[in-house]
């Protein structure tokens, strides 16, 4: 039972476009959601984050916009860069005690050409 | 600083085997995480340690898991009897202060376990 979903495997972008990336999610306990880029042969590392009472979060190239309604999160990075280049995961921890556990997507493999 | 990490990189063991991932948090983080990643799957909460309290151990798969943390500092994830679905990348994060959900998880390279 996946509650977190990143249904795109991969996307490629041309540099200087814009990449969306999309996660949805079934949990209506989440309220904090977050992004994390892994490149290969390294641990994932946070990118950007969200709480529910909020629908917008940006920071510099990278915002991440909330529908709560929809249950659906997305990233969009622009302009794309050629080190952008990286699986995204898309993770959410849910209110409450065991709010420390993040439950995550099996990620977006995102490619940029130059 | 030196970031979270892990050792062996990678590990290689025959099936009924006992094998240890270490793992070397951030100096100063008082939570420690373990997460496992299959092939094709995303992270699995596997294990939380968070100063002196008792760790919720809800994610381990199975009895043939345990996980250590000596001294509030290094942690050790144990696989008793491996069996060739226990093959996978085990990552280790650490973060700051309480370890709530707002406290940045800070991930190490990780353990690529193969059981043949």
């Known amino acids: 039972d996946q509650q977190v979903k990143q249904n795109s495997p991969s996307l490629s972008v041309q540099e200087g476009r814009i990449s969306i990336l999309n996660c949805d999610y079934t949990n209506s306990m989440f309220d904090y959601f977050l992004w994390y880029k892994k490149y290969p042969a390294e641990g994932p590392t946070f990118l950007i984050s969200?709480?529910?009472?909020?629908d917008k979060n940006e920071d510099g190239r990278f915002t991440v916009f909330l529908n709560k309604s929809a249950k659906h999160l997305s990233l969009h990075i622009v302009p794309s860069q050629p080190g952008d280049s990286a699986v995204y995961f898309c993770?959410?921890?849910?209110?409450?005690?065991?709010?420390?556990?993040?439950?995550f997507g099996k990620g977006t493999l995102l490619t940029v050409n130059p | 600083g030196a970031g979270v990490s892990q050792s062996p990189s990678n590990k290689v063991t025959e099936k009924g085997k006992d094998v240890e991932l270490r793992c070397d948090p951030i100096s100063g983080h008082t939570a420690l995480y373990w997460y496992r990643q299959s092939l094709g799957q995303g992270l699995e909460f596997l294990i939380y340690f968070q100063g002196n309290s008792a760790p919720d151990k809800s994610g381990l798969p199975s009895d043939r898991f345990s996980a250590e943390r000596t001294g509030g500092s290094v942690s050790t994830l144990t696989i008793q009897r491996t069996q060739q679905e226990d093959s996978a990348v085990y990552l280790c994060?650490?973060?700051?202060?309480?370890?709530?959900?707002?406290?940045?998880?800070?991930f190490g390279p990780g353990t690529r376990l193969l059981v043949l």
């Open positions: 994060a650490s973060s700051f202060a309480s370890g709530g959900k707002k406290e940045t998880q800070y």
């Open positions: 993770a959410a921890s849910a209110r409450g005690g065991s709010n420390y556990k993040l439950t």
């Open positions: 969200i709480s529910s009472i909020k």
